[in-house]
């Protein structure tokens, strides 16, 4: 996750208390059921986009067409706003400060580099911090709500496989754009046919060079409007079936469309075509004898025990699995002298992993301190693994989801905004 993409999606989440602040008079613009939007959240959001598309040199449409985007898009977040104080959703400030230092870290830099960078940019980083935390509620709400919407048959796995079989494991994924010209809930033949004759429309100026990002951010009514119709990289397999069947054989810069759905008609821009490289899985085999301190036992005791298992392991005394089998306080591998069996390394907690991983072919470790306990491991085996076959069905698992996610996500959104109690205030009726 990019710092300046994280920074531009979260900034449109700004709460009330950060404009109360930063303006001397704050006006409601729209009530949402329980809630309320705030002018200041409308022109602070509209003037993220502007600065997002003067760093990406991207043009936009007027102002009152990015009032009215943006005015959609808080309406929204305030529903999932709602609903996640209704669940008790929270997001406490050690998993916050964790997840910060993630994104940090997969920036390459530290906190400390993320406040200079955000600071740079005009972002107070308490802004951000709070922004983050928002999003991540966000993202459990649609999660709590959405996941119960999703089933897979094994059928739909066992057809997938198939599939990725017949490709070879070599996948395209597309950066695709869109457009969505939508229509209400129960349209009318009139609706329908005008928003045909736009989606038309829509498609001739894109035919005849109008830019594909302002276009978007003006015409659509998909979620991705503000951000010019980007949906990212896709691997067909997990992008909507609609879009799936269209994009195949298409090629770099192709217009599609109109596609017609239940919520309108869609185009679609390939902006970029790529393949899937096969995975390869270097997976070890260990053992361990597992201590856990307790009130009877410190921390100190147990590990100086592990430290004489190990002595008189090596000194050929005593059997590692034997040792496992009475002392390891893991049920399920002491039964079996401690095996642990074969496992890609990544699936163990990060001090396991990381000792693990420096051994050698049957060398033990030195005790090493987990979340667990302290553990005594030895690698006893290590191979290179084709995981294109293990992992199918998993990778079919997770292709259908995300498709099926992003789907359900999309018809949640729109029923939730569809059934809301919405009220759109004229500017003077706050004076």
Known sequence: MKLTVVTFALLAFISFNTFAKQTRLDNVAVIVDQGVVLESQIDELVSTVKRNALTNNQTLPSDRVLRTQAIERLIVDSLQSQMAERMGIQISDPQLDQTIDNIAKEDG????????????????YEVYREQVRKELITGEVRRANVRRRIYITPQEISNLVKLIDEQGGQQAEYHLGHILIGFPPEPTDEDVSNAKETADKVLELLNNGSEFGKIATASSSGSKALEGGDLGWMNINSMPTLFA???QGKSKDDLIGPIRSGAGFHVLKI????????VEVTELKSRHILIKPSVILSDEKAEKMLKEFRKEILAGEADFAELAKEHSADPGSALRGGDLGWSD???YVPAFRDTLQTLD?????QPVRSVHGWHLMQLTGKRVQDATEKLKEDKAYQLLFQRK?????????????DSAYVELLDKKDNR
């Open 345 to 347: 390394p990544n699936v």
């Open 361 to 365: 072919v049957d060398e033990i470790s």
């Open 245 to 247: 069947e269209a994009v």
């Open 271 to 278: 902006m970029d075509v790529r393949g899937i490289e096969k």
């Open 109 to 124: 830099m530290s906190v400390d580099q993320m406040r200079q960078k955000l600071a740079s940019e005009g972002v107070s």
């Open 405 to 417: 996610f992003a789907e359900e996500t999309e018809a949640w959104l729109k029923e939730m905004r």
